[in-house]
């Protein structure tokens, strides 16, 4: 997938754009030509629209200092609230131990009741299935996940921290030795991530996969466009429609690439 987000960068270079990295943006701004984003060295960067791929929450309560001023994002916090975050695990495997394996996804889920508990349902994807290459020769990519919420994680101290990482992976492993016995033992490289990760890696509130509605009958039928209130701003993302996942996201940025260029006369 990584691919994807070089291509597009490439592109957007091959235009005259400029990417910015590690430039993190704490303020959204009105400028006199359209809107203006504050860097947290300080410095401002004004464009005739911005677009924010952050979360609705992330961008109106924090980034335009709470500014729900419409009704039409007032309805939006009543309606959906924010999933749960994901531990996720990253292993490196000898590839004897799938050696008769086809499938490159398993769902592991001992008990129905617990399917939306933490850590209840375990996803597991093993891409090196489908293609060899990505890992060293006799190793498979073991990415296994299941739902957390920031509130399991919250507060603790860097060795608690660290210390709940490693006890809730070796259960998550304890678990997937149903399907792969032997797994601990095959295991050459591993990479916890937790809640926290995301949030400090990818700028999502609480680590958040994005917005669910709270009525379900809604679904996301009523997730906004690309339009906000505020004047020359645009959000893209899952926070937008038609919601989460990469087909879903990508449809979000070509509708807004869309509607900005038009907007501008293009």
């Known amino acids: 997938m990584g691919q994807i987000a070089l291509t597009l960068a490439e592109g957007i270079e091959a235009k005259g754009g400029k990417i910015r990295y590690g430039a993190r943006v704490t303020q959204i701004l009105p400028a006199r030509s359209g809107m203006a984003v504050k860097l947290a060295t300080g410095e401002t960067l004004t464009a005739k629209r911005v677009i924010s791929n952050s979360t609705r929450w ?27 975050s994901f531990l996720s695990l990253h292993l490196g495997v000898d590839r004897s131990l799938v050696s008769n394996v086809q499938d490159c996804h398993h769902i592991l889920l001992e008990d129905w009741a617990k399917m939306e508990d ?72 591993q990479e916890v991530g937790t809640p926290r990760t995301h949030r400090r890696f990818l700028g999502r509130v609480d680590g958040t996969y994005g917005p669910i509605p709270k009525n379900r009958p809604l679904g996301l039928i009523g997730m906004p466009f690309n339009r906000t209130s ?14 989460q996942g990469l087909n879903a996201v990508a449809f979000s940025g ?5 509607l900005v260029a038009c907007s501008l006369g293009k």
């Open 254 to 258: 070509f509708a807004c690439a869309h």
């Open 118 to 189: 933490e850590q209840g349902t375990i996803f597991l994807s093993i891409p090196t299935i489908l293609d060899p290459s990505l890992a060293p020769e006799g190793y498979h990519i073991f990415h296994a996940f299941t739902p957390s919420w920031m509130s399991q994680w919250h507060g603790l101290s860097s060795a608690a921290y660290e210390q709940k990482k490693e006890k809730d992976a070796e259960q998550i492993i304890d678990r997937l030795e149903r399907i792969f016995p032997g797994l601990s033992k095959a295991i050459d490289y």
């Open 230 to 243: 505020i004047p020359n701003l645009f959000c893209v993302g899952d926070s937008t429609f038609p919601g």
């Open 58 to 84: 992330d961008t109106f309560q924090n980034l335009l200092g709470n500014n729900k001023s419409s009704w039409w994002e007032k309805t939006w916090f009543d309606r959906y609230e924010k999933s749960p």
